[in-house]
Every structure is written in structure tokens, then in C-alpha cells.
């Protein structure tokens, strides 16, 4: 799912292009794709986008009228930006929107359609759509200690959670969680004050360097490859890769679709989880360290 990073870079991507200019009409192609029915969606043709902003992970266009129009990606929604009138793609295109000088067009490359647009009249109305997750950047340590400690979670659980915390996800919590040298299955009441301001920091620091550098990375261009999993990651994605910090190898719980990577030597004194499936598989044989993925791994290579 596009995270904090992502939308920030979609939105600088779409201020120059559509910023000021003219909705001429929104071809929607998938009925699934509209939740709203009221204002109706011919509406907002014919206004102008006068802003672009990011709610949570959503990405809202501000049209003339006191209209929004909201539009989630969900987990495998993208944007893509095609010539004047371009066609909506037949095997995973949304919907477009058409403005004089391009379309915009939605895909999802997913079976299931999840992805969501929401045509709402006034902020009040706009702010039902917000979980209302704290913005991290730019918070005070105080505000992001009192939302970690409300409830008791898993330091991971807490991070993705929207009505805790705005635009982190599977990907950037592991990268945040990485960086702060916690472990994911911490509980939030149990962290002390230090611990919580290094998280803190890490959240604003991960989140800010991330959009910079995609932002920097696209340039002018429309962004064409927006992907939880991307090469300068430290630990999501990177089962089994060394970590760059200490040279272990990174682990993995995989639960439905969502995965969590981390580095055992980093994060949790060397402590290696139950991978739900794969422990199971194993029974005792599972490492329960790093000394036993060692011995694990020699006796592996043994045959």
C-alpha cells in the first residue's frame, strides 16, 4: 500500500500537472470504484483542482465549489499519466480523470478491487474520511508518546495502526522500527522514555528522508514504479539478506499478506520469532536464536 513517502511523492508529481487547471470529466470504469453517490460524481466536472492534499493515505483533490474528491489506493491502486483522452486500460484500469493537457488514470492490479474515490461536499464532510492519525512530521515527542502508550500493542501493530498514527504501513514501520533498534513485538507500555523518543525520531527521520529521496529520484517524471519493496530498504523485503548495520540475517512473520522483517541482532537481543507456518513446519528444529539459526543453518548446508 502507497505510504506517507509514496502519496507525498504522487502529490508533487500532480501539483504541476493538474494544480490550477480544469476537470473536464471523470470516466469511472469499474463500479466498484465509487462510494459515494451524493453530491453525484458529474459534479466535479467542469471545476478546477485548487489544491492537492494527503489524508492519511489518501490523496484529496480540492475542486472549486467546496467539493473533494477522495481517492484511496489501497494496497495495489497507481496512478499513471497518459496523454489527453488516453483509455482506460481494459485489464486493470479504474477510472480517468481528463484535464486538457492529460489524463490521469487509476489502476489496480489486483482480482480484488479495493481501491476507493469519494466525491464529498465541505470539510466537515472531508474530515469523516480522516482516521485521524497523528502527523508525524513536525509532532512534538510528547504527543507521539501519549498516542503510543493509550493502548498496549505491539510496537508494530501501534505504528500502522491510522487512528494512531498518519501514512505508515507494513513497509515504512519495519524501516522505523529498524532504524530506532526496536523490536516489532515490543509492547507500547512497556517501552521507556528514551526508547519512545528514539522511536519518535526515527518515525520523523525515516519518513522525511524517504520522501526526499523519491522525489528527488523522479524528478520531473511521473512516478511509474510506487512499491513497498525498494532496493535501498534496510530490512522490509529483505528475508534473509544481511543487515547493513550488523551483517545478520534478517528475518520474517508473515501473517495473511502483510510481512514483518526485522534484524534479530539489532532489534531483539538475538531472539529469532516463530514464523506462524514455518515454526510449525519445523517444530524443534526452529532456531530460536541466532547461535541456533547458525547450527540450523550449518546443518542445512550439510544436507
Request: hydrophobic share 35%; glycine share 8%.
Amino acid at each position: 500500500m502507497p505510504e506517507l513517502p509514496d502519496i507525498e511523492l504522487y502529490l508533487h508529481a500532480l501539483r504541476p500537472r493538474i494544480g490550477g487547471r480544469r476537470l473536464q470529466r471523470v470516466r469511472v470504469r469499474s463500479p466498484f470504484l465509487l462510494r459515494s453517490h451524493d453530491p453525484r460524481l458529474g459534479e466535479a466536472e467542469g471545476r478546477s483542482v485548487l489544491e492537492h492534499r494527503r489524508l492519511g493515505k489518501r490523496i484529496v483533490f480540492v475542486l472549486e465549489g467546496d467539493l473533494f474528491l477522495v481517492l484511496h489506493l489501497m494496497i495495489a491502486g497507481r496512478l499513471d499519466w497518459q496523454r489527453p483522452g488516453a483509455s482506460v486500460p481494459k485489464k486493470h484500469g479504474l477510472a480517468a480523470f481528463d484535464f486538457a493537457n492529460g489524463t490521469l488514470l487509476l489502476r489496480e492490479a489486483s482480482l480484488r478491487k479495493r481501491a476507493g474515490l469519494w466525491l464529498v461536499r465541505g470539510e466537515a464532510e472531508l474530515s469523516r474520511h480522516d482516521p485521524g492519525g497523528l502527523e508525524l512530521l513536525g509532532s512534538r515527542a510528547t504527543e507521539f508518546s501519549e498516542r503510543l502508550r493509550a493502548n498496549s500493542h505491539t510496537l508494530k501493530r501501534a505504528l500502522s495502526d491510522p487512528t494512531l498514527f498518519s501514512g505508515i504501513g507494513n513497509a515504512f514501520s519495519d524501516e522505523i522500527l529498524h532504524r530506532a533498534q526496536l523490536s516489532p513485538f515490543a509492547l507500547t507500555g512497556r517501552i521507556g522514555d528514551e526508547e519512545c523518543a528514539r522511536l519518535h525520531r526515527a518515525c520523523v527521520d525515516v519518513l522525511s528522508e524517504w520522501a526526499e529521496r523519491l522525489i528527488a529520484d523522479c524528478g520531473e517524471a511521473f512516478p511509474k514504479k510506487v512499491t513497498a519493496f525498494r532496493p535501498e530498504m534496510n530490512v522490509h523485503g529483505k528475508y534473509g539478506q544481511p543487515c547493513p548495520r550488523c551483517e545478520h540475517p534478517v528475518q520474517r512473520i508473515v501473517h495473511a499478506s502483510n510481512e514483518t522483517n526485522y534484524c534479530p541482532g539489532c532489534q531483539t537481543d538475538g531472539k529469532i520469532y516463530a514464523d506462524r507456518s514455518l515454526s510449525r513446519l519445523l517444530g524443534k528444529d526452529w532456531p530460536r536464536n541466532l547461535d541456533g539459526l547458525d547450527e540450523f543453518e550449518a546443518r542445512y548446508r550439510k544436507g
